[in-house]
Each structure stands twice: as C-alpha cells, then as structure tokens.
C-alpha cells in the first residue's frame, strides 16, 4: 500500500521569483490572477490565450503566444503546467525535476510539489485553503465560509 503524502503548509515570499505557466484557460487565468497579488514575475506560454489575458494589466505578466519549449524554463523558480495535453505536462514535469524546479502538474497530483490553494487575503492576514485533491467542494465551501467571516467582522468594525 503506498503511503500518502502529507504536504505541509508555508508561505513564502515569491515576489523576486519567476513563475512560469503554461497553458491559458480558465484555471490559469484564476491562478494568474492570485500570483499577481503576490509580485512574483509571471510568464504565460500557450498557443491559445484566453481573451480575459490581454485585460490584465500588470507589468509582472508576459504573455507569450507558442508551444512548450525547453528554453522557457531556463529562470524559472515555479513552474505550473495547465494545459488540455498529458504528454506537454509530462514533458514539464520531467524537465523540472532534471533542474530541480518546483512544478505543480494541475492534471495530475502525483506530478505536483505543491498545491495552488484557495488563498484569501483580507484585513493583513492570509490564508490559505487546500486539500489533497478529493474534495474540491469541501475546499471552496471552507473558503466562503472564511470570506463570510471576514465581511461580517469588517461589518462589525464599520457599525
């Protein structure tokens, strides 16, 4: 029986580090979205973009209009693969742990150093909400519950 993995929770400054994404759908455009609060720098390789992309204004995130190149995670820190195709996502992950990168296979648990949690940041205080992957609706319903809290006491504090 193989043993699960337990994954501890930390939060690091990622605001010098360079995150490369690969793929441009909804997810990527969620996580995307979360980095830019964090100042880290973003990269974004796919052929296909998500119109929404090209709204984004930040100087942090580049958007690059191709296919997965080896050459793309050459100053890379963080590596995300989110893309529709198994075999580009294998590929990521084998090259990450050849240059020791951390990478998180979105498609595939086992592939992932990391996992991107449902991050609330509110009032000086962050949190993050994850889970191992089996109960996406547990993770969000715990997460609006904390975004509930947070409005209720911002509506205390105003009263």
């Known amino acids: 029986m193989k043993e699960q993995k337990v994954y501890f929770p930390m939060f ?13 759908g909804d997810i990527a455009y969620r996580r995307v979205n979360t980095l830019l609060k964090t100042g880290c720098k973003i990269i974004l390789v796919a052929p296909n973009i998500k119109e929404e992309f090209y709204t984004i204004e930040s100087d942090r995130l580049e958007i690059i209009k191709d296919i997965y190149k080896q050459e793309y995670l050459y100053n890379a820190n963080i590596v995300l693969a989110i893309t529709n195709d198994k075999n580009i996502n294998d590929k990521i992950y084998i090259k990450c742990r050849e240059k020791n990168i ?46 509930k809290f947070f409005k209720q006491e911002r509506e205390k504090d105003e009263a």
């Open 102 to 147: 951390i990478v998180n296979i979105a498609s595939d648990k086992e592939k992932c150093d990391f996992f991107f949690p449902a991050f609330i940041q509110q009032d000086g205080c962050s949190i993050g909400v994850c889970g191992d992957g089996s109960n996406h609706k547990l993770v969000r319903n715990i997460s609006d519950k904390i975004r």
């Open 12 to 24: 690091f400054d990622i605001s010098d580090k360079t995150v490369v994404v690969f793929g441009a």
